[in-house]
C-alpha cells in the first residue's frame, strides 16, 4: 500500500511565523504536489515537483515556496504565515504514466 | 478560476436511494477525469476514472456517465449506503501534462441517513 505521511495533523502559528509543512511517500514515486483544501473551492495546487530539486508553480503559489531534496519528501513553506492561508494543506504522490494521486491525511493549519 | 464546476454542493439521500453528482468542464484538452472520494479525517483517495472514448464506466454501485459534446461527466452512486456519506470531487487532467495535474471541482458532501 502507499503511503503519503504529513508530518502534522493540527498546526497552530501566529501570523508571521515561518511555518515548515512536510511530507514524505514511501513508493519512490518521482511526482509530488502540494494543494490546499477550502470548503467551496475544492482542491487547489499550490506547487507540484517532478524530481529531486525541481518545482513548479501550481493555481496558487504567492505566499509559498516549496523545497524537495530528497526523492522522498516533499517540504511545503510559509516564509510568513498570514490568516488567509489557515487551511487544510494535503501531500499527494503519483507515478507516470497512470499517474494516481495518492494522498496524506492533510495537516489543518490556523494562522492566528 | 475553477476550470471544472462541481454541482450540487451537498445532497441528502435516504438508504437504498441515488446519489447523482455532476461535473462541467471547458477545456476540450481534458482527456482524464477521475473521481476522489474523501472520508471525514482522511486524505482523498481515487474512486473511479474515465476518458472520453467511452460514455459510460461502471465498478460495483458506482458509475460515471461522459457526455463529450456537452462537456460534462456525472458520478451515479447506486443503492446508496451510510458508508458511502463522504465528499466527492471531480477532477480532470490532460495527458499531455506528463506530470498528470489535477484540477478539481469544488466537491460535494454527500449525507446517506439511514
Known amino acids: 500500500d502507499v503511503k503519503v505521511t504529513q508530518s502534522s495533523r493540527y498546526l497552530v502559528k501566529r501570523t508571521g511565523e515561518k511555518v515548515f509543512l512536510e511530507c514524505v511517500q514511501d513508493?519512490?514515486?518521482?511526482?509530488m504536489f502540494w494543494y490546499r483544501q477550502d470548503p467551496g473551492l475544492g482542491l487547489r495546487l499550490i506547487y507540484f515537483?517532478?524530481?529531486?530539486?525541481?518545482?513548479e508553480k501550481g493555481d496558487i503559489p504567492e505566499g509559498y515556496s516549496v523545497s524537495r531534496e530528497k526523492k522522498e519528501r516533499f517540504s511545503l513553506i510559509l516564509e510568513s504565515a498570514s490568516t488567509n492561508q489557515t487551511s487544510m494543506y494535503l501531500c499527494?504522490?503519483?507515478?507516470?504514466?497512470?499517474?494516481?494521486?495518492?494522498f496524506g491525511a492533510g495537516t489543518r493549519l490556523s494562522v492566528l | 478560476q475553477q476550470q471544472v464546476k462541481q454541482s450540487p454542493q451537498s445532497l441528502i439521500v435516504q438508504k437504498g436511494g441515488i446519489s447523482i453528482i455532476n461535473c462541467a468542464y471547458e477545456?476540450?484538452?481534458?482527456?482524464?477525469f477521475p473521481w476522489y472520494q474523501q472520508f471525514p479525517g482522511k486524505g482523498p483517495a481515487l474512486l473511479i476514472a474515465?476518458?472520453?472514448?467511452?460514455s459510460e464506466k461502471k465498478e460495483g454501485r458506482f458509475t460515471i456517465s461522459f457526455n463529450k459534446s456537452a462537456k460534462q461527466f456525472s458520478l451515479h452512486i447506486m443503492d446508496s449506503q451510510p458508508g458511502d456519506s463522504a465528499t466527492y470531487f471531480c477532477?480532470?487532467?490532460?495527458?499531455?501534462?506528463?506530470?498528470?495535474?489535477?484540477?478539481f471541482g469544488a466537491g460535494t458532501q454527500v449525507v446517506v441517513t439511514p
Open positions: 477545456n476540450t484538452a481534458f482527456d482524464y
Open positions: 474515465i476518458r472520453p472514448d467511452v
Open positions: 513508493m519512490d514515486h518521482e511526482n
Open positions: 499527494a504522490s503519483s507515478f507516470p504514466p497512470k499517474n494516481i494521486q495518492y
Open positions: 515537483s517532478y524530481d529531486v530539486k525541481m518545482k
Open positions: 477532477a480532470a487532467s490532460m495527458s499531455a501534462d506528463s506530470w498528470g495535474k489535477l484540477q
